[in-house]
């Protein structure tokens, strides 16, 4: 009967109750890898929840993508907390997202992002990068024997450029030994010294894969490398610490092997390209060298030498007399010159003042010998006015007249009659000396 039938949205509707009344779908705690996620800016977010054998849809609405402290990203292994319902026009089941955590990969982004930043604050992917060489002719591979890198590698080399040497360097580009035998290799690669360029990757894979070559010895052994090393890990969105720190970052194995070779029929027409130009330069120089050798070969200095030299004869005649006659001018002013200082010197010359300071010395001489003469009978004259007024005053002149004067016993002159102590005197004249006796004194009295 037709009303046994039911319609496509009957169905769905009944199917979306179930699920919505079913209390072990109203609150899912899910875990899982996000997939084919594409953020949109201020909206909601559709992406996809997966593991290793199923997937189921998500939404989460923008509301609630706000309030997460981190942002999603491809491959991001994340814990969620949500309702299961269905989208009533597909008919699909998905799952709500209310919440949403990093599980395990958001602790290996944590642990990328701070070995990141470590190494960036050291500078290390600010150092300056060695340049590949042009033509090498060994490149060391460093990456797992049996993937798809050593194979796209080899194919590419062995295209582009067959005479380039390709050695593997086996390494476990994935687990916990991985980052140890990666380091180990790209140390033997530069202890062996003779390759000119390091290639160093593996395929794609998610960010556990992926991590060996997040760890820091891997990358301190890359910046320690003195070989080139070109990073080839994972797919082109990946981006690992190894390609930040290596000398270039090759997005895929093959772009690391172009990068590391160049295409040898290219090389090759490229070499006849630079020939071509070479001999066609030489060519047009040679032709430029022999218009010159035949300007010059019709030249006067080949067609008539003699003219040359008799402009440089004449000119050498003129440059002679001018130099002939600067040569008397400078002769004659050193003349006038000369003459003018030999008066001057006789002017001043020691023999003309000594000439004169003779007779001015002379002249002296005699001035002083009549004032020194001058000056003696002056002194004559005074010294006998001396004289004749000492010898007036001499007492001898005056006991020549008659005077006498007297001494006591000791030789003290006796100047009156009270000064006589003794009964003895001596009278003294100008011819001689009198010894007395003093008799009696007559003292006249004092009024």
Do not use: C
């Not at 360029?197 to 820091?216: A, M």
């Not at 003349?335 to 010359?349: C, E, G, H, I, Q």
């Amino acid at each position: 009967m037709a009303n046994d039938y039911l319609t496509v949205s009957a169905l769905t509707k009944y199917i979306k109750r179930k699920f919505d009344v079913d209390p072990y779908l109203s609150k899912v705690y899910l875990t899982g890898e996000i997939s084919n996620f594409r953020l949109r800016p201020n909206a909601h977010q559709y992406f996809s929840l997966k593991d290793d054998n199923a997937k189921i849809s998500a939404i989460m609405f923008k509301s609630a993508f706000n309030r997460i402290k981190f942002t999603p990203e491809e491959g991001m292994k994340v814990l969620v907390v949500g309702h299961i319902s269905v989208y009533e026009p597909s008919g699909s089941y998905q799952i709500y997202v209310e919440q949403m955590e990093p599980d395990g990969v958001g602790q290996l982004y944590q642990a990328y992002e701070q070995l990141k930043k470590k190494l960036s604050q050291e500078g290390l992917f600010n150092l300056p990068k060695k340049p590949l060489k042009q033509f090498p002719k060994r490149i060391a591979v460093v990456t797992s024997p049996s993937g798809a890198v050593i194979r796209d590698i080899i194919t590419t080399v062995r295209r582009r450029y067959p005479i380039a040497q390709i050695v593997l360097f086996p390494a476990l580009v994935q687990g916990t030994e991985a980052s140890t035998d990666i380091v180990r290799q790209i140390e033997r690669v530069n202890q062996n010294g003779t390759f000119d360029t390091l290639i160093v990757g593996r395929g794609g894979g998610s960010i556990e894969d992926l991590w060996p070559f997040n760890e820091e010895n891997v990358a301190r052994a890359i910046v320690a490398s003195k070989i080139p090393v070109i990073s080839s890990v994972g797919h082109e969105t990946d981006t690992t610490i190894a390609d930040l720190v290596a000398d270039v970052r090759a997005a895929t194995p093959t772009a690391a092997a172009e990068l590391a070779v160049p295409r040898l029929d290219q090389v090759l027409v490229d070499l006849k390209a630079t020939q071509n130009r070479i001999i066609n330069a030489a060519y047009q120089v040679i032709q430029e060298d022999k218009l010159r050798l035949k300007r010059l070969q019709q030249s006067t200095v080949f067609t008539s030498p003699q003219r040359i030299y008799e402009t440089f004869s004449q000119r050498l005649d003129l440059l002679t007399q001018r130099l002939y006659n600067q040569s008397n001018k400078i002769t004659g002013k050193r003349k006038d010159r000369f003459n003018d200082l030999k008066l001057r010197l006789r002017l001043v010359a020691p023999t003309y003042t000594i000439k004169e300071q003779q007779q001015k010395l002379s002249t002296l001489q005699g001035r002083l010998d009549r004032a020194s003469a001058q000056n003696l009978r002056n002194v004559k004259q005074h010294y006998q006015m001396l004289v004749g007024s000492l010898d007036h005053l001499s007492p001898l002149k005056i006991l020549s007249r008659g005077y006498t004067y007297t001494t006591d016993e000791k030789g003290d002159f006796v100047k009156r009659v009270a000064d006589l102590k003794t009964s003895t005197i001596d009278v003294h004249f100008s011819d001689g000396t009198v010894n007395a006796s003093v008799n009696k004194i007559n003292q006249n009295k004092e009024k």
